[in-house]
């Protein structure tokens, strides 16, 4: 018997006709000169099932000395997407990343792409999930703890039975399973296991597969791709719980790249991954091997990686002069002190074939004293240059009523730095808005100064402003962000969107509050609209009225309802109100 919480079934999502356009203005000046950006982010969708998608950057600014104005726009990333929840696909024509693995590099590319992606089933497990077996004698109740935690209560029959733990769980733990039979007899058993996130459930399979050209000179040019046709594939299958398998081939423009892999889980030992590629140029050949290793228990966290290339080897990005690292060391340790605060450790090595070898080595600590105090110190070196090294220190302490405030000191070389801060943050996103502020002073090898700032939110965008001073050195600053919707003949402001969202109606009816997820998200204007943003995409999200304080000849075919949209795209949702006709009738 497999003992499991049931699955939920797949909500189908869907997306109205509409435009949204995210904006982001920046703003500053010092002493010599001054700077104007706009970036924009603009989406149609709701016409087919696609979502039509570009990002584009303009930017004004004064030319040095001469304090003439100068203006450039360049396009940044533009696509179509075409999502297939069922089958988890999504097809990408324009701009895209090519897929990867953990030893291979992606590039940017204009062409199409099509790919797995789960995330259009967001309530699939896709990762193995810790089993534990056991067996009753009689009908009896079973009762799963994960690290001191119920995780599952039920009956099971009589005879053998397998527990599924929840998803999500990493690294190293310890579970008891409990059985109580029919005749009150209690039976504890114990089990060590392993939660790996970097491996793919059993039968599971991740794959994409893009074909075009490498985009050149990103953020500079808007339309520069270089002549030859490119193809890069990647694929990883859950061979089984334990084993996970992956290749990555990619060619083009004289190069041809092909390597295999996979992750195993080493029980309670960790996970280990281990591949290889091989390459062609010119008749030039090369190859690169890669081995890694991680473990982690809520104490003590390790990582370790290293990748080593031998002969001429290559791939796509050295079609652009990149050429991949000869020696890729990483070695990172974590430890969990207790009252000591935490402690961790990180050893870095990039070598590259011009001959360039860096190595870092750096040490972090942090502690929480109590509720308002703590502390972070931090140590970077390298360790080809004994004089270039870093020391972080600061001290910070809650003052209540959401404020802050921190001492620090920095060294960077030979440079000296001591600040004093205090802010109260600006809200966050999910607050109907408010004020923030910063005030910092600082001195150091670069003369005295300070910092300025203030931020704040409202419905309909962010905004800060901001100046600070350095010895001789003025800058200042000045930033808005928010976004403009186009649905159903009506224009709305909102802060930025980052996915999806819900144009509420209640019929022309304004005033009326809505609540997402139980929690009031604001009311309908004088139109019988409001705006409601974020959504989770491909997630059900709950909507609701209150109509309380309507007139009693006021009716709603429904006060709530899940909602589903598409990811990047808006959902219209329109709760049915109407007034009703009355009479009264009175009796003698």
């Known amino acids: 018997t497999l003992l499991e919480r049931a699955a939920a079934p797949t909500p189908v999502a869907s997306a109205s006709?509409?435009?949204?356009?995210?904006?982001?203005?920046y703003a500053s000046h010092n002493q010599?000169?001054?700077n104007l950006a706009l970036t924009t982010q603009w989406r149609v969708f709701g016409l087919g099932r696609?979502?039509?998608?570009?990002?584009?950057?303009l930017r004004t600014y004064q030319e040095g000395r001469s304090g003439h104005w100068r203006g450039e726009s360049v396009r940044l990333d533009s696509h179509w997407e075409l999502d297939f929840?069922?089958?988890?696909?999504?097809?990408t024509v324009g701009d895209f990343f090519s897929g990867f693995v953990d030893w291979s590099r992606p590039v940017r590319m204009g062409g199409v792409q099509i790919g797995r992606n789960y995330g259009l089933q967001p309530y699939s497990v896709l990762t193995p999930t810790p089993t534990f077996l056991g067996e009753a004698v009689v009908p009896s109740s079973v009762e799963l703890y994960v690290d001191g935690l119920r995780q599952y209560n039920g009956e099971v029959p009589v005879g053998p039975f397998q527990l599924a733990a929840q998803p999500g769980i990493s690294g190293a733990g310890n579970a008891q399973v409990v059985i109580t039979d029919a005749y009150g007899r209690m039976q504890t058993v114990d089990f060590a296991f392993y939660g790996a996130q970097q491996l793919l459930a059993k039968g599971l399979t991740d794959w994409s597969l893009g074909v075009g050209r490498m985009r050149r000179e990103y953020g500079i040019h808007?339309?520069?791709?270089?002549?030859?046709v490119l193809v890069s594939g990647t694929w990883r299958h859950g061979v089984s719980n334990r084993f996970t398998a992956e290749a990555h081939a990619e060619g083009g423009g004289g190069v041809a790249n092909a390597g295999a892999g996979g992750w195993w889980l080493l029980g309670p030992g960790g996970v280990f991954n281990a591949a290889y590629a091989g390459s062609r140029v010119n008749g030039r050949e090369g190859g690169q091997w890669a081995l890694g290793y991680s473990w982690n228990n809520r104490r003590v966290n390790v990582n370790a990686a290293t990748r080593?290339?031998?002969?001429?080897?290559?791939?796509?990005?050295?079609?652009?002069?990149?050429l991949p690292p000869d020696v890729t060391d990483q070695l990172t340790l974590g430890l969990t002190l207790g009252r000591a605060g935490a402690i961790s450790a990180s050893y870095l090595r990039l070598s590259y074939p011009d001959g360039d070898d860096n190595r870092y080595a750096s040490l972090f600590w942090n502690k929480t004293f109590s509720a308002r105090w703590s502390a972070y110190l931090s140590f970077n070196q390298d360790l080809s240059d004994r004089d270039d090294r870093s020391v972080y220190l600061s001290v910070s302490a809650s003052l209540g009523r959401n404020r802050q405030s921190s001492v620090s000191a920095q060294r960077n070389g030979d440079r000296r730095l001591y600040a004093v801060d205090v802010s109260q943050p600006v809200p966050g996103d999910g607050s109907q808005g408010g004020f923030g502020w910063r005030l910092q002073a600082r001195d150091g090898d670069g003369g005295a100064g300070g910092l300025a700032e203030l931020g704040w939110l409202n419905r309909v965008g962010r905004y800060a402003l901001g100046a600070s001073r350095q010895g001789d050195a003025n800058f200042a600053y000045a930033n808005a962000a928010g976004s403009l919707v186009w649905m159903g003949g009506h224009a709305f402001a909102a802060r930025e969107v980052p996915d999806a969202f819900a144009v509420v109606s209640t019929d022309g009816i304004g005033g009326i509050p809505v609540r997402l997820e139980n929690r009031l998200i604001g009311v309908t204007d004088a139109n019988g609209l409001l705006l409601v943003t974020p959504l989770l995409s491909w997630q059900r999200n709950r909507l609701s009225i209150d109509t309380l304080d309507l007139p009693a000849e006021m009716r709603a075919d429904r006060v709530d309802t899940?909602?589903?949209?598409?990811?990047n795209a808006g959902l219209g949702v329109a709760f049915g109100l109407r007034r009703t006709r009355q009479a009264t009738v009175v009796l003698h």
């Open 85 to 91: 929840p069922d089958s988890a696909t999504t097809l």
């Open 222 to 228: 808007s339309f520069a791709y270089d002549t030859p």
């Open 17 to 25: 006709p509409g435009a949204l356009l995210n904006y982001d203005v």
């Open 50 to 57: 696609g979502v039509l998608e570009s990002t584009q950057l």
């Open 32 to 34: 010599d000169a001054g």
């Open 562 to 567: 899940w909602v589903t949209p598409r990811q």
């Open 308 to 322: 080593r290339t031998h002969g001429d080897y290559r791939d796509l990005g050295a079609l652009q002069e990149a």
